[in-house]
């Protein structure tokens, strides 16, 4: 087992003179121990993750919570409902913004009626005036009535569209009051019960695992940054003791901004220890046994086959 050394490996700053002591030892025990320790371009602690991390989801509006679709471990849909508030509130809301377009709508009707009657009356009166059968100044009148219900039914159309939007934002108010799923995924954990109430800045009620490929995120320690570089491949050793077996990957991306460790446990070591992030993709989809989450050694063979873009 070569377990243990990487994990010395990884926990000392001088990592890069060790190994260069596995190739070049002079004699005896440490002659027998470069032979069996394989030799390394680098060497990082990871955990298993997908690309943006599990999803936390909370309750867009404020409410108590009138029921809930689906329990943990259960794998959902894009679009299918998780959660819903009580919507009486919104629903009566809903009712409120019908009501008032039907309204606006009547009162445009009765409008475009009563403005076609004086518009047929204008004209009549203005043929009579034009004939000798009429004034002009009732004529005059009719058109100036005629011209103020125009004006008053722009008004209506006005309303009912505006009418038409408060309903709008109602019915969308009304679907705010049930959660759906973002994405495909499966449900990690649920945190309410029916009855509890809920708010937007009240954290989140579900966890979402997506559905999507999963990777490694490492930490390369800055000793090894300029020893790894995009589409080297790599060796992915379970951590754990799980017995998963050692998974093949490739370098997606190197991270540009250095940071603490965030998976070193020795807080003296973390404290003093810089790393950027490394992403890896798995070569073939992994077993279900190696978990989101689960840590990781990420070895990378000196002998790497892949050579660095543009060489």
């Known amino acids: 087992m070569i377990l243990r050394p990487l994990r010395s490996l990884l926990a000392l700053p001088l990592a890069t003179a060790l190994l260069a002591a596995c190739s070049h030892g002079d004699a005896g025990d440490k002659g027998a121990a470069a032979a069996a320790t394989p030799a ?43 959660a819903m508030l009580d919507t009486r509130p919104a629903q009566l809301m809903v009712s409120a913004a019908e009501a008032e377009q039907k309204q606006a709508q009547a009162q445009g009707r009765l409008l475009e009626l009563r403005l076609k009657a004086a518009q047929q009356r204008a004209e009549r009166l203005v043929a009579a005036a034009a004939s000798g059968a009429g004034d002009g100044q009732s004529a005059d009148d ?31 108010e009304l679907a705010q009051r049930s959660l759906l799923a973002p994405v495909d995924g499966q449900i990690v954990e649920r945190l309410i019960q029916p009855g509890a109430a809920v708010s937007p800045q009240g954290g989140p009620v579900f966890v979402l695992l997506p559905e999507q490929a999963r990777i490694v995120r490492a930490e390369l320690n800055e000793s090894f940054v300029t020893a790894v570089h995009e589409g080297m491949h ?14 093949g990957a490739h370098v997606q991306r190197i991270g540009t901004v250095f940071g603490p460790s965030a998976l070193e446990e020795d807080p003296l070591v973390r404290a003093n220890t810089r790393t ?6 798995f070569d073939q989809p992994p077993p279900p046994s190696l978990r989101i989450g689960q840590r990781v050694i990420v070895q990378f063979p000196a002998d790497n086959g892949t050579a660095k873009p543009g060489h």
Do not use: W
């Not at 950027?276 to 993709?281: F, G």
């Open 40 to 82: 390394y371009a680098a060497v990082a602690r990871g955990r298993v993750d997908v690309e943006g991390g599990l999803l936390k989801l909370g309750m867009p509006r404020d409410g108590v919570v009138a029921s809930i679709q689906v329990h943990e471990g259960d794998h959902v849909r894009k679009g299918q409902v998780l």
């Open 142 to 172: 009719a058109r100036d009535a005629a011209q103020q219900l125009q004006g008053e039914l722009d008004n209506a159309r006005a309303a009912e569209a505006i009418a038409a939007q408060k309903l709008e934002a109602a019915r969308y």
């Open 234 to 247: 790599a060796q992915v050793v379970d951590d754990s003791g799980s017995g998963v077996p050692t998974l």
């Open 276 to 281: 950027v992030e490394c992403v890896l993709a």
